[in-house]
C-alpha cells in the first residue's frame, strides 16, 4: 500500500536525517546555510558563483527599516504579547502582491518568453503596473545594480536580466520618465536566468526576511513597553457623527 506523503528533499535513513541525499551531519561540518539552502531549493549543493550570488540575493532582502507591513506586522504582535513563531508569522503573513510579492509576479513575465516589447504592451495595456519597476526613493535603485554587477562579474546575466533592462528602456519611452528597475525586479531576472521557478520568487524574498523579522520582535521585546498602539494624534475618525438611537 503505497503511502500518502512522499518526499525527495528529506527523511531519516539508517536512523539519520538526510537532505537530497547528504547526512545532516556531515552538512554542519561542510557548508553554509546559503549552500544548505540551494540544496533544499535544487536539489544539489551549489558552485562557489552560485552560492555567492544567492547570498546577495538573500542579503538583499533581510531588512529594509520599520515601515513595511512586514516588520510592523511583526512588531505589533511582539507588542500584543505573543511569543516568537506566532510574531514571526504575522510577519510573514504581512508579505503579499504588494510587499515582497514582486519577485514571483516579475519573474513569471520574464519567463512567458515575451519580448520586452510585448510585455510592456501586455501588461501595460491592461492599466497595471509592472511588478519590478518604480521606487518611491530611487531614481536608480543601487541594490538593483550592485545585483547586476555581481551577476555579471559571476557570469549570470542572461537573457532575463537582458530582457529586465529593456524592459526599463521601453517603460521610460512610453511613460516620458524613468521607472527604475528596483531591487524586486532585479532579483526576479537573476533568479530567471538562475534556472529557478518563479513561483520561489516569494520564497527567496521569505527567506531572507526572516532573519530580519527575528531581529526586530526581539528588540520589540527588550527596548519597547508592552501593547504599542497608533497614538491619538494620529487617528481620525471621519464616519457618521453621533446621533441618537432610535428605539423601536
Not at 523579522?213 to 528588540?219: D, G, N, Q, T
Request: hydrophobic share 40%.
Amino acid at each position: 500500500m503505497d503511502k500518502k506523503w512522499k518526499t525527495s528533499i528529506a527523511g531519516i535513513i539508517n536512523g539519520e536525517a538526510h537532505i537530497h541525499g547528504y547526512k545532516v551531519t556531515d552538512l554542519i561540518d561542510s557548508v553554509t546555510f546559503t549552500d544548505a539552502i540551494w540544496l533544499e531549493l535544487k536539489g544539489e549543493l551549489p558552485t562557489e558563483k552560485e552560492q555567492a550570488m544567492l547570498n546577495s540575493i538573500l542579503i538583499s532582502t533581510i531588512d529594509n527599516g520599520l515601515g513595511p507591513p512586514s516588520i510592523t506586522n511583526a512588531r505589533n504582535s511582539a507588542s500584543a504579547g505573543n511569543p516568537m513563531q506566532a510574531a514571526v508569522a504575522a510577519g510573514v503573513l504581512g508579505v503579499g502582491d504588494a510587499h515582497g510579492g514582486a519577485i514571483e509576479e516579475c519573474a513569471r513575465l520574464l519567463q512567458m518568453g515575451m519580448s520586452a516589447e510585448k510585455l510592456v504592451e501586455k501588461v501595460v495595456g491592461s492599466g497595471d503596473r509592472i511588478p519590478g519597476y518604480g521606487h518611491k526613493v530611487y531614481t536608480t535603485d543601487p541594490r538593483a545594480t550592485q545585483i547586476f554587477a555581481k551577476a555579471k562579474k559571476l557570469g549570470f546575466y542572461g537573457e532575463h536580466c537582458g530582457l529586465a533592462e529593456a524592459v526599463e528602456k521601453i517603460l521610460e519611452e512610453k511613460k516620458g520618465k524613468k521607472i527604475p528597475l528596483n531591487v524586486d525586479g532585479a532579483i526576479a531576472a537573476v533568479v530567471s536566468d538562475m534556472g529557478f521557478d518563479y513561483r520561489l520568487g516569494k520564497g527567496f524574498f521569505i527567506i531572507g526576511r526572516v532573519v530580519g523579522l527575528v531581529a526586530h520582535i526581539f528588540e520589540e521585546w527588550v527596548r519597547e513597553k508592552p501593547f504599542r498602539r497608533v497614538a491619538d494624534e494620529e487617528i481620525e475618525y471621519d464616519g457618521v457623527s453621533p446621533r441618537p438611537l432610535k428605539k423601536a
